[in-house]
């Protein structure tokens, strides 16, 4: 009789040439051991397993000193000796964030092999050991439970609940493919790699964060990461007082979730401007038409359009396609770059109403009607959309645009500040916002808070100089009496008005009430504006 082979699992980190032994608490070089005190070896390992974040020098002294109360200097030596230890006295691998603490900047991979007396493993033999599942033709990410940092079981539930929340609302987006809870949650107080996570949940993005609690206040960290790369595309920290925990985890979930969309699109959309255009499907080109849609000039615009039109071609029942085919009609039509408009206008409302008839859960869908609505002068269609919108996805920042649009050209400038400040909350970093933050510029206008408009309206060109911003910006300085800088401001503006001024003026102010398009037209006369 054999006796039966105990299995073990053998796990080891790697990074540039070095390998991580978790088992035998030893770190192999390019020739061979590397010796360690203890002390520095956990330095060192914490660091490894927090890649792509800063490690403050707080949280690494309490993780290697959990029970001991040190000093600055105990810190420094062991990072001086792990420096030395890995040829890094440049600081290549290992950065120094002043005032902040270390930053491990180079792509990690893990090992993680169960055999009987196996050798160390490699990171190939463990990707061989993990079958690659394919990826979903869209987006796809998997959030990942969130590390209690305080070591309090109170903590532990409420980092659990703010990751269930968060993927719970990422759901809500139809371009995005989230993986389950029960999924995710599996590597709930593991070490973690992305890399491993993408090819074992079948996903292109991780989510992961930390949370931590310091007297009455609280601090979450969020990492978004490209699991093909290890790359990081956005972190976020939240410092918040903990005395209404449920609000505060409202509040994480909505900031969290309201920027990480904005920010996959994006990426995907620089991933498709990478292949070869002879390599591309339907998805491939929808999301490049939508890179080239959000640099918003009126070439990259055609460019847009045509890229969308392939991807229809591909696969006419793609709703995204339709979507920002009716999108970037319409932004044609409202920039002044459309050399018929009432042909877009038909386009553009063709396109939406056909994106919602493909899928009707898609909040992008109801905001593109909303959009195009507006150009027809069908504002309770408007309304309508732009509510459900919102009421399919509460953390859909374009449909709070939507809204505040609606509002502002129906008459009901205060109740437009409301969803327009939540659209930027949502999405900071938007394309659009130079637009966003125009139309709280011309809510204030109406209301004759004019140094408000003021303000808006250079804040917003500080982003983009849109011929639309400059015209409220100039009407503003019209009610100011400031009649030297309007005509600065309007020379600006014949440099880049439209072709067919008047249509233009037509479908970029769709008013309910002809009193306020008037109300406007009355300030750019006291800027100088011929009545021509």
Known sequence: MFAKAEMTTERSLHFE?????????????????VDLRRKSFDVLRYLVEHAGRVVGKEELMKAVWPDVTVSDESLAQCISQVRRAISDESQRIIKTVPRRGYLM?????????????????????????????????????????????????EQEYFADGI???????????????????????QWKGKPTDVRQVGRDLGVRYVLEGSVRRAEDRIRISAQLID?????????????????????????????????????????????????????????????????????????ENRQAESWLRRSIELDPTLARAHIFIARLLNWRCWSGHSDDIDR?????????????????????????????SLLTRQHQRALTAAQRAIELNPNFAQGYFALGETYTFMGHFAEMMDPLMRCLRLSPQDPLASVIISFIALAHYHLGNYKEALHYSERALQRRRHYVVLRTLAATLGQLGRTEEARSVLAEMEGTKPTNARAHWQASNPYLHPAHAADLLEGLRKAGLSER
């Not at 990480?260 to 591309?280: C, D, F, W, Y």
């Not at 206008?345 to 909303?370: I, N, S």
Request: glycine fraction near 6%; include cysteine; hydrophobic fraction near 40%.
């Open 227 to 299: 699991a093909e790369s290890s790359g990081h595309i956005w972190a976020e920290k939240y410092d918040h007082d903990y005395a209404d925990i449920f609000a505060l985890q409202d509040r994480i979930t909505e900031s969290v979730v309201g920027a990480i969309e904005p920010q996959i699109l994006v990426r995907e959309g620089r991933r498709a401007m990478r292949k070869s255009p002879t390599n591309l499907d339907a998805f491939d080109c929808c999301m490049r038409g939508v890179w080239h849609f959000y640099q918003l000039e009126p070439d």
């Open 344 to 372: 877009d206008f038909h386009a553009a409302q063709a396109a939406a109403e056909r994106a919602v008839a493909l899928d009707d859960r898609d909040p992008a869908g109801h905001c593109a009607l909303a959009f195009v």
């Open 163 to 185: 990751v269930e929340d968060i993927i719970t609302e990422l759901s809500r987006f139809s371009a995005l493919f989230v993986i389950a809870r029960n999924s995710s949650f």
């Open 17 to 33: 040439g070095f390998t991580l032994d978790l088992d035998r608490l030893c770190l192999h070089g390019p020739s061979g051991r």
């Open 105 to 153: 900047d180079v792509p990690i991979s893990v090992s993680d092999v169960t055999a009987a007396g196996s050798p160390l493993a490699t990171a190939a033999t463990a990707e061989a050991l993990s079958p690659k599942l394919p990826r979903p033709d869209r987006p796809s990410i998997a959030v990942l439970p969130f590390t209690n940092m305080s070591g309090e079981l």
